[in-house]
């Protein structure tokens, strides 16, 4: 009864929020759009909540309210590994991996342009399976490109079902940096998804500008991280109206030579490396070796911002250590503080 009251008034707050309804609709989609693979008491709680406070029932037919013709909606909000992960016997994953239940994709979103119909994905997360489907939902077609941002699986390991074993696609445009780009090509059995065509690589050049179409453009900007076998960049959306920013990986942000705030301050909506919530979180790991900002250093040096600079930040990409992918109290924190935590199935106007 805790986590449903919890997320009535999460959910009311943010209705509330006449700056972030603007941008953002919470969609419940772990419920609808994965309903497989939730528990009938969770498909009921999600009912009774969007019954309750929205007082209308939801569509039919798998197609969830739009935001706008132009947006982007959260795929997915977990780290590389997804939620849960793999031998993780603790409470976090224990119950979920012993009834076969996923309660977070790995992190990727789709970029969807009802105009001209065009959608794009970013990442090729091993959950892709799901995301691809998603896509289908939302476009009725395969992505025109997805965007990579580096080489550890959670971000491009699901290539391997463009392959013969499985959809055997043909030429799916992906957009890589350099190296990520030989990585692929140099090394099975990433390189038979390119010799046999597979995928057909769209170079990508750091702080370049790739045009969409009209209204649409993708930059990629380089970020400091673990990079053994790719740079790692993130990426600047931008249509007309709204710029949104995507970091779901970064070192700490004082080792990157760009200014975190200015880069909030030039943007609209900044989804943010929330892989860890606190200092201690993997105990019996150096935590300096994964130097991830965690979301209570962000939310400190984040602090100094004015609350319309704060309501920019979601966080995203959470290590399913971090109680943001469950804690009701973790998450009431991070809104109490003026930021929001990224939802699967969330979807960002880019109108
Ligand atoms: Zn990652
Ligand atoms: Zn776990
Ligand atoms: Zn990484």
């Known amino acids: 009864m805790d986590k449903t009251r919890s997320k009535n008034q999460s959910l009311r707050k943010l209705l509330n929020d006449k700056n972030h309804i603007e ?3 919470i969609t419940y989609p ?40 132009l947006f982007i909606e959260v795929l997915g909000v977990a780290q590389d590994a997804g939620y849960p992960q793999l031998g993780c016997d603790k409470e976090c994953c224990k119950h979920l991996l012993e009834t076969g239940s996923t309660r977070a994709y790995v992190t990727s979103l789709a970029l969807v342009d009802k105009v001209d119909s065009s959608v794009w994905l970013f990442e090729a997360s091993p959950d892709i399976r799901y995301q691809w489907s998603r896509i289908h939902q939302l476009s009725g077609k395969d992505p025109d490109g997805i965007f990579l941002t580096h080489a550890h699986i959670g971000h491009y390991a699901g290539l391997m079902e463009l392959g013969k074993e499985s959809i055997n696609a043909d030429g799916q445009a992906v957009y890589a940096m350099p190296r990520m780009k030989e990585f692929l090509t140099g090394s099975g059995p990433w390189s038979q998804l390119v010799s046999t065509n597979n995928i057909s ?9 790739v045009v969409l179409n009209e209204r649409l453009k993708v ?18 959306i931008k249509s007309p109206d709204r710029t949104v920013i995507f970091i779901p990986d970064i070192d700490k942000w004082d080792r990157w030579d760009r200014s975190i705030l200015k880069e909030i301050a030039a943007c609209d909506v900044a989804l943010l490396d929330g892989t860890f919530f606190e200092s201690g979180e993997l105990p019996g790991r150096n935590m300096s070796e994964i130097p991830h900002p965690f979301v209570s250093e962000s939310m400190e040096l984040f602090s100094k911002l004015p609350e319309k600079e704060r309501n920019k930040v979601q966080f995203i990409h959470f290590n399913h ?29 880019l109108n």
Not at 30 to 41: G, L, T, V
Not at 55 to 64: A, L
Not at 327 to 341: K, M, Y
Request: glycine fraction near 8%.
């Open 23 to 25: 941008r953002v609709a």
């Open 30 to 69: 772990a419920y609808h759009w994965n309903s497989h693979i939730c528990s009938m008491k969770q498909i009921f709680t999600a009912l009774i909540a969007v019954f309750i406070l929205l007082g209308c029932g939801r569509p039919e037919g798998g197609t969830i309210h739009e935001v706008s013709d």
């Open 201 to 209: 690589f769209r170079d990508l050049k750091a702080d370049s500008t």
């Open 219 to 236: 930059s990629p900007f380089r970020v400091p991280h673990r990079d053994e076998y790719s740079e790692t960049v993130g990426y600047r």
């Open 321 to 349: 250590t971090n109680r943001l992918l469950r804690d009701p109290n973790a998450i009431r924190q991070v809104e109490q503080e003026g930021f929001h935590v990224s939802r699967q199935g969330q979807q960002i106007s």
